[in-house]
């Protein structure tokens, strides 16, 4: 009983804390930039941003990358009047894209998980349309280095192909048909 009553006595102490840490009159804290990225803050100088610790409501800071690197996730937070930036829930991360010539395949579809731009993590998942046959691997991912991990398959003609979909006539069915892709 002696427990439960220091935790009643304890716990609107410790919730006042938590919402003070979290909301503030005044604005909202300094937040860390993601990896390898750094914050844009308008209208402040070197000095200011150095010695703030809280950001007024309705400011808006912007995540910018380094070098080749891309935002992934919300770009800009603004400070809300309850002390908390907006869109916290989703994670804004600097990463490395991956080439996007590799996201359309000639006579077929390329489906990326997950949406967004081609960065490192994206898998891409490759299919031809009827009367082609995939050479090469259906998916490949893009590594931490920003390159494929395999290489980009090829959509053929299947001579062989009688679908009903099939838009050649029986004499055009005998040609082979060799997609050059660049």
Not at 10 to 34: E, H, K, M, W
């Amino acid at each position: 009983m002696a427990v439960l009553s220091f935790l009643l006595l304890i716990l609107p102490v410790f919730l006042s804390l938590a919402a003070a840490a979290r909301n503030t009159t005044a604005g909202c804290a300094i937040i860390r930039p993601p990896r390898d990225g750094g914050i844009r803050y308008r209208g402040l100088t070197q000095e200011q941003i150095r010695s703030v610790q809280v950001l007024p409501v309705d400011y808006e800071i912007e995540y910018i990358c380094r070098g080749n690197r891309v935002i992934v996730g919300p770009k800009v937070r603004k400070c809300l009047p309850d002390g908390t930036w907006t869109d916290l829930t989703q994670h804004s991360r600097c990463l490395l894209p991956c080439a996007r010539m590799w996201t359309s395949l000639e006579n077929g579809r390329v489906s990326a998980w997950p949406l967004g731009p081609a960065v490192e993590g994206t898998v891409l998942q490759y299919s031809c349309q009827p009367g082609f046959f995939l050479v090469g691997r259906n998916t490949t991912h893009c590594t931490k280095v920003g390159k494929w991990d395999s290489p980009k398959p090829v959509c053929h003609y299947d001579r062989h192909y009688t679908g009903k979909n099939s838009f050649l006539s029986n004499n055009d069915q005998q040609l082979e048909v060799v997609q050059v892709v660049t």
